[in-house]
T-cell receptor, first 112, second 113 residues
Framework: AQSVTQLDSHVSVSEGTPVLLRCNYS??????LFWYVQHPNKGLQLLLK??????LVKGINGFEAEFKKSETSFHLTKPSAHMSDAAEYFC??????????FGSGTRLLVRP | EPEVTQTPSHQVTQMGQEVILRCVPI?????FYWYRQILGQKVEFLVS????????KSEIFDDQFSVERPDGSNFTLKIRSTKLEDSAMYFC???????????FGPGTRLLVL
């Protein structure tokens, strides 16, 4: 069965420093992978998606993620954190019946 | 930009009562979903719906749950007799014919007392 593991429940960075949110997946095939962000009291917003085209995927707000099949990873990065990036981030896989499998989420804190 | 909307944003109900959560998917989308997130737990799939019938449902989606598309725009989740453990955030999502990306609504926070 597919699963998604987000290795950190909380990540804290200073404004202007790089962000790394880690995600590993397990699947018998290369799934479609997504990162969603949830700001407080808001819905789930799509940041970016990987669907077997380019392995480096660029998303909104300067985020990007790299699909590495050999490591079964899909880590999310951003070169320079902004205060407005503080939110919960979900790594998500789509299974063969198109339903989404969520990781447990990583809460990103950005210190001024 | 089109978006998925959900009402109400919050609902408080007594155990044993029926609740209906409403969603308006993006207008040209064909596939509809409900997910829920119990506080402190993962977002989990409940049900998918296409062409006026359930495509797939999870173990959570028992006989107390039902979904309906009563008209061309609304997509509802009904819980017949709520339990304390139904307290959660419920998200509706939809996607288009290629099923590539699911777009989520803002959620309904349900509290069962």
């Amino acid at each position: 069965a597919q699963s998604v593991t987000q290795l950190d429940s909380h990540v804290s960075v200073s404004e202007g420093t790089p962000v790394l949110l880690r995600c590993n997946y397990s699947s018998s095939y290369s799934p479609s992978l997504f990162w969603y962000v949830q700001h407080p009291n808001k819905g789930l917003q799509l940041l970016l998606k990987y669907t077997s085209a380019a392995t480096l995927v660029k998303g909104i707000n300067g985020f990007e993620a790299e699909f590495k099949k050999s490591e079964t990873s899909f880590h999310l990065t951003k070169p320079s954190a902004h205060m407005s990036d503080a939110a919960e981030y979900f790594c998500v896989a789509m299974d063969s019946s198109y339903k989404l499998i969520f990781g447990s989420g990583t809460r990103l804190l950005v210190r001024p | 930009e089109p978006e998925v909307t959900q009402t109400p944003s919050h609902q408080v109900t007594q155990m044993g009562q029926e609740v209906i959560l409403r969603c308006v998917p993006i207008s040209n989308h064909l596939y509809f979903y409900w997910y829920r997130q119990i506080l402190g737990q993962k977002v989990e799939f409940l049900v998918s719906f296409y062409n006026n019938e359930i495509s797939e449902k999870s173990e959570i989606f028992d006989d107390q749950f039902s979904v309906e598309r009563p008209d061309g725009s609304n997509f509802t989740l009904k819980i017949r007799s709520t339990k304390l453990e139904d307290s959660a955030m419920y998200f509706c999502a939809s996607n288009g014919p290629f099923q590539e990306t699911q777009y989520f609504g803002p959620g309904t926070r349900l509290l069962v007392l």
